[in-house]
């Protein structure tokens, strides 16, 4: 009865938008990042039309305003073998569903209040559920912010709170939105954006999960500091930006020992869209010391390109490669094992860590109709040292390095499908089998790993 009536409850702006039939109606754009969502243009009041507009904007006083929205996503999963058949794994059908309700009060035209709360619940699972897949109930985002506008489109803004962080393509800082809970951070920001550029400083603590209610905590044990700056390039490459960031983390409470420790990770990043090209590079260098007194020295190099050709269709082909040092040498006094710190996982389901993983191959798809898409991906995966093992995106060791000889983990194919039937409501359904390779053969007990879901997306 609960689930029926949040269903109809997310379906119930989408049908006050089906019968607003004002010309004027504005087109709903949501964005990765809730926070970043500007709906100042519906003080108009000619525009707030429809339940959905109206919520979006909800005058206080002059200048004031409070914005409410709202995400549910129920999906119905298909587990086998997540660990490739060692240890305790979830097998068969299981359900899950989260929710998510945010405000965000502007009190003045350069203050604001934002706070959400989220619920991720989880059934049908044959062992106890991660943490990342069921915590009822937790306060998700709680911040408060103040801008200074700099004059010509400038600004800067002081932000402070518990909050979610998102850079780039998410290879170092992560929402964690594939999973059934997000993640956020317990942090200070501050940001400028002059012209052409974006540079700013993040600093805090890591929001701990924790099964119950409104009881997820800072995580003391994992504290980070980051600067970073940005550039659009001009004219040259109009559509192009390039990015350094910086990460310094003090973790003491990783899943696997070998993750903890002090370390500097330094980012460089080029990407964008130049014509039918779409591409992203993106070179990670890793420094520190871990607690058995190892010196770090890691890294990671990847990128995700293709070319969207014109036919109707918009077919596109590319490639993506994710390849992340391991350790070579156990013995001796340095380690190799590349930490991905907040990374979002390789694919939907986090079955492999990107720590001594390379992972190559293609991806193409195509948009049979303006409302749906569908896409491919298949990557080869190996080792890139077979001093060092492979671990779960969690950071739990999955096989030892001396399980086998070979550096060839598997095949990945995955396929999945989108389709956006109006701006509130998106259907999807995806698909994973990796196979498993010599490698895994090596090691015993090894199987095929399959995952597959479908899914809603309800949003407003």
């Not at 904007?57 to 002059?62: A, D, M």
């Not at 003491?252 to 330094?266: D, E, R």
């Not at 990670?284 to 010196?295: I, L």
């Not at 006094?333 to 986090?350: A, C, E, P, T, V």
Request: glycine share 10%.
């Amino acid at each position: 009865m609960k689930r029926a009536f949040l269903c109809i409850l997310a379906l119930f702006p989408l049908l006050t938008y089906a019968q607003d039939t004002i010309k004027k109606r504005p087109t709903p754009k949501f964005l990765p990042l809730n926070y970043e969502e500007d709906y100042q243009y519906l003080s108009d009041k000619q525009l707030r039309t429809g339940l959905w507009a109206k919520l979006k904007y909800i005058p206080l006083w002059k200048n004031g305003y409070i914005t409410i929205g709202a995400e549910i996503r129920p999906r119905g999963e298909y587990r086998e073998h997540l660990k490739y058949g060692k240890g305790n794994e979830d097998q068969g059908f299981d359900w899950q569903q989260r929710s998510r309700l945010w405000a965000d009060i502007h009190i003045l035209p350069n203050l604001r209040v934002f706070g959400e709360v989220q619920s991720g619940t989880t059934y049908e699972l044959d062992y106890n559920p991660s943490l990342a897949d069921y915590n009822p109930g937790e306060l998700h985002q709680a911040f408060a912010e103040y801008t200074l506008h700099l004059g010509k489109g400038n600004k800067m803004y002081f932000r402070a709170g518990r909050q979610e962080i998102l850079f780039n393509k998410a290879r170092l800082f992560d929402v964690r939105q594939p999973p059934n809970n997000r993640h956020s951070f317990d942090a200070g920001r501050i940001n400028v954006k002059a012209g052409d550029w974006n540079f700013g400083v993040i600093g805090g603590e890591e929001v701990q999960d924790k099964a119950g209610y409104f009881n997820d905590p800072s995580n003391k044990n994992l504290k980070f500091g980051s600067a970073y700056v940005s550039r659009t390039l001009g004219k040259a490459l109009p559509h192009s930006t390039v990015e350094l960031l910086y990460i310094y983390v003090d973790k003491k409470s990783a899943a696997n020992n070998l993750y903890n420790g002090t370390k500097s990770t330094l980012s460089a990043r080029i990407g964008g869209v130049e014509g039918g090209w779409n591409y992203d590079l993106e070179l990670v260098g890793q420094r520190g010391e871990n607690v058995a007194g190892q010196n770090i020295h890691a890294w990671y190099v990847a990128t995700e390109s293709w070319y969207t050709f014109k036919p109707k269709w918009k077919p596109f082909v590319g490639t993506r490669i994710d390849i992340a040092s391991g350790d070579k040498d156990s013995t001796d006094k340095k380690s190799n094992s590349y930490d991905y710190l907040w990374s979002k996982g390789m694919s939907w389901i986090s079955d492999l860590g990107y720590t001594n993983i390379a992972a190559v191959g293609p991806v193409f798809g195509c948009k049979p109709t303006r409302k749906l898409s569908v896409d491919f991906t298949v990557q080869e995966l190996w080792r890139t040292s077979t001093e060092d093992g492979i671990y779960a995106m969690s950071g739990v060791q999955l096989r030892r390095a001396d399980a086998g000889t070979s550096s060839v983990i598997g095949t990945r194919c995955v396929a999945k499908a989108e389709y956006q039937l109006n701006p509130f409501l998106m259907f999807g359904a995806y698909v994973n089998e990796t196979f498993k390779g010599k490698y895994l053969e090596q090691a015993g007990s090894s199987q095929n790993m399959v995952y597959a879901h479908f899914y809603s997306v309800f949003r407003f």
